[in-house]
């Protein structure tokens, strides 16, 4: 009797954990709220960008005020350590540590907007009913979109990016050339939304 008890109780508990788990549709309506109300984000990004001559390595710190402000303080490579680069909606300006002034750069072509996971979140928001995919990494899931790139080319073709079930944080961000294959990798550390920034851009 004590036997029957028991499984029993582990049947009903295993039935409650599942029926109580929130179902894709829950957990894509809350990420979309997430997305929608996020004022700006900070975090540590590191980008792996990959050519027929190898590969380059960079880390920054990383901080993004919608709707398409940017500010990128260089960790590594130790050259480049303390050297910031900042977007803030117009025009690009460069600042480093061992000159004591800020270059300023008129044409706004020269930044790449599809390397921040900010633009990729904006490009998501556009669409009615993105395609997803779930995958599991260690202990945490992940929902994974793919986005055509609004101005593509045939080094920038798409973009593919996994964000975290449980607080919507992003994971990794990869891009597509046209045939499929990735030539950027940026991974992300940690990574906050709304944060209490000290400076403005």
């Not at 398409?68 to 260089?74: H, P, S």
């Not at 992940?142 to 080094?155: E, G, L, R, T, V």
């Amino acid at each position: 009797m004590k036997k029957i008890l028991v499984g029993l109780v582990l049947v009903v508990s295993i039935l409650m954990t599942s029926c109580n788990r929130p179902t894709d549709e829950i957990v894509l309506d809350d990420m979309n709220k997430t997305l929608k109300d996020f004022k700006n984000y900070e975090g540590i990004s590191t980008i792996v960008v990959k050519s027929n001559k190898g590969q380059s390595k960079y880390k920054y710190k990383e901080t993004f005020i919608k709707p398409d402000k940017i500010k990128l303080e260089i960790i590594e490579p130790k050259e480049s350590f303390g050297c910031i680069i900042i977007y803030d909606g117009s025009q690009i300006f460069l600042k480093h540590p061992n000159i004591s002034q800020t270059i300023s750069m008129k044409s706004i072509n020269s930044l790449n907007k599809d390397f921040f996971i900010g633009n990729f979140f904006m490009n998501l928001s556009l669409l009615e009913e993105p395609e997803f995919q779930t995958e599991k990494i260690g202990r945490e899931e992940y929902i994974i979109f793919s986005i055509d790139i609004p101005a593509q080319n045939k080094y920038r073709w798409s973009e593919k990016a996994w964000i975290n079930k449980k607080d919507f944080t992003p994971y990794k961000l990869e891009i597509l050339n046209k045939e499929g294959e990735v030539n950027t990798e940026i991974f992300y550390e940690q990574f906050n939304y709304d944060v209490l920034l000290d400076t403005d851009i």
